[in-house]
């Protein structure tokens, strides 16, 4: 088997199938493919502007006679002297990673201050996103803010209304756990059957990151909030668009919810809501308040502009679903996926991400025949509520045209639904919330492109 090697993808073209159960059949057989309008040229416009696809083994055999040149040579670094420690300046990736990195999708509307970056799910490694290549989606765009400047205040139905300065929230007792965060549209594009290229770009609006704060009710019973008639809690964000969100209170006294300054050990990122955000385990990112400079205490929603406009889910009767704001159980294999190549039959290792906003994943199953038969694959540890669990399974691949899915299940029982489950309940104009079964054909050429099996 040749040696296996995890070269940063770029883009390329990945035309798209959509697949009845006759069709799952066909394409076993052939691979067939079709054709879509507006993303898919989109997207092909971009992969022509980066060279080929990321490939899943080495197409350089080692020699056989004379030995390999790599080991009977001793490089320059085995025999030289190195350079000194990096005593200034911050850490940076080897020169050889520069390519992994979040994108921005070439199918989303174009402006000034981009909205949106991806997260490279093909290329990262357990569970834990790295700060620098969290994926991003921002109102008004990101700002660097002064700390000691920055103000935090809790008012609404409490007894003293209080303001806090960074200083004084960081001597609070802290706590620090793993959980995802999720964008409620993140998979948008797949409920319009467009087909982009990537996993990076079907499920990219997604991270983990462990976060370090204060929990919420902390400084709740700091200022006396009334627990029992405050029902709810108006979170507000600092930047331009005043992103503001409805929070049940009930989340808060649990002590999940965290005024976050930390990420992945250090402050957070400007990007990432520095040097305040909210932190709501399970609940869809655009509540994860960045920036974050006020709560308000309340008896009611509030349905701001962002719940009364904006996130809500169209149903087929016509009507919305306001409030929707858990992240249903959700998995997705990331190698192999779109974009990706096999050069050479034998072993591979099926790996991907489940997550779940009610609790734990318990089992994660996957197929390599387009749903027919389904094997059990092993969670690695640590498998921890509301956070990623990677899930890793065994395949020899023969060469022939595959359709690799997973299907995930939560410790509620919930499990992971296809695309024909979905819409019979959710219809097929809804843009957020998308948590079916995701497909990637392996062609016989090796080349992975996303398809839908219905």
Known sequence: MPPI???????????????????????????????RGFLRGAFAAAA???AGPQVMAQGNPVPTEGGDPHIMQLPAHATGLGQGVATLGYGQPSQFEINLQRRQSPGLTQT???????APLQSLFGIVTPSGLHFERHHQGWWDIDPSKHRFMVNGMVKTPKVFTMDEIMRLPSVSRFHFIECG??????????????????????????????????????AGADLKQGKFVLAE??????????????????????????????????????????????????????????????????????EAVHYMDLQPNGQHRQYTNIQECKSVV???????????????????????????????????????NWRAARLETPMLSKALTRFNLDWVWDGKPAIIQSRAQDETGFVQPTYQQLRAVRGTRSIYHNNAIQ??????????KNVQVS
Not at 8 to 34: D, M, Y
């Open 5 to 35: 090697s995890m070269h940063p993808g770029r883009l390329i073209k990945a035309p798209e199938s959509f697949l009845t159960p006759a069709g799952v059949h066909a394409v076993i057989q052939e691979g067939k493919q079709g054709r």
């Open 48 to 50: 022509a502007s980066v």
């Open 112 to 118: 000034t201050q981009a909205s949106v970056s991806f």
């Open 185 to 222: 549209a993140n998979t948008a594009v797949e409920w319009a059957n467009v087909a982009v290229p990537t996993v990076q770009y079907t499920h990219g609006m997604l991270s983990c990151s462990e976060f370090t704060g204060v929990p919420l009710i902390t400084l709740l019973e700091l």
């Open 237 to 306: 964000g600092g930047e331009g668009s005043s992103m503001s969100r409805t929070i049940p209170m009930s989340l808060i006294t649990s002590g999940e919810v965290i005024v976050a300054y930390g990420q992945n050990g250090e402050m957070l990122r400007p990007e990432n809501g520095y040097p305040l955000r909210l932190v709501v385990p399970g609940i869809q990112g655009v509540s994860w308040i960045k920036y974050l400079r006020r709560v308000e205490v309340g008896d009611q929603p509030y349905a701001t502009k962002d």
């Open 334 to 372: 990331t190698t192999p996926s779109g974009g990706q190549v096999l050069l050479d039959q034998g072993f591979y290792n099926i790996t991907g991400l489940a997550w779940s906003g009610k609790g734990k994943v318990k089992r994660v199953d996957v197929s390599v025949d387009g749903g027919r």
């Open 439 to 448: 497909s990637w054909l392996v062609q016989e050429n090796g080349e992975v």
